[in-house]
């Protein structure tokens, strides 16, 4: 189960880059998870919802919505005012690729695409919006999924 919650953090945060380093996979997992909590307790999502972004399906619910917008936000990946920060998710792409340039070339093209998004000003529909972007250019530039 954790293996595909941080699938679909880094599909959606990270920009989709396949990643194969010596990062510590088990921090990295246990810091979504704890977040991940946090904000269901904050947004009042449930299993449910939190079963969605498993299994890489759009939010059903308005709950499952601001999940995702409260793991963005934790992550800094969305900023206070529901936009998206690409600085910041360069960034993490930066750690999780460990600069790998072939794969920092695909997350700069897809943080760039999304960061021309024009989302809503919800930011819960906001995250949803980017998520589906971020989803989207990952399959337009091959990356189907993750090897973890």
Excluded: W
Aim: proline share 2%; charged share 30%.
């Amino acid at each position: 189960m954790a293996k595909y919650l941080f699938t679909l953090t880094i599909l959606c945060i990270f920009g989709a880059v396949i990643v194969r380093g010596a990062i510590d996979k088990s921090a990295v997992i246990a810091d979504f998870m704890s977040k991940g909590e946090a904000c269901k307790a904050e947004v009042g999502a449930n299993d449910a919802d939190l079963g969605e972004i498993i299994g890489k399906k759009p939010a059903s619910t308005p709950e499952g919505k601001c999940l995702r917008a409260c793991i963005m936000k934790k992550y800094e990946v969305i900023d206070a005012n529901g936009k998206f920060a690409p600085a910041v998710a360069l960034k993490h792409a930066q750690m999780y690729t460990e600069g790998a340039e072939d794969k920092m070339k695909i997350a700069q093209e897809i943080i760039d695409s999304c960061a021309k998004l024009s989302v809503s000003d919800d930011h819960c529909e906001a995250a949803e919006e980017y998520c589906k972007c971020l989803h989207e250019q990952a399959m337009a530039h091959g990356v189907e999924d993750m090897d973890i």
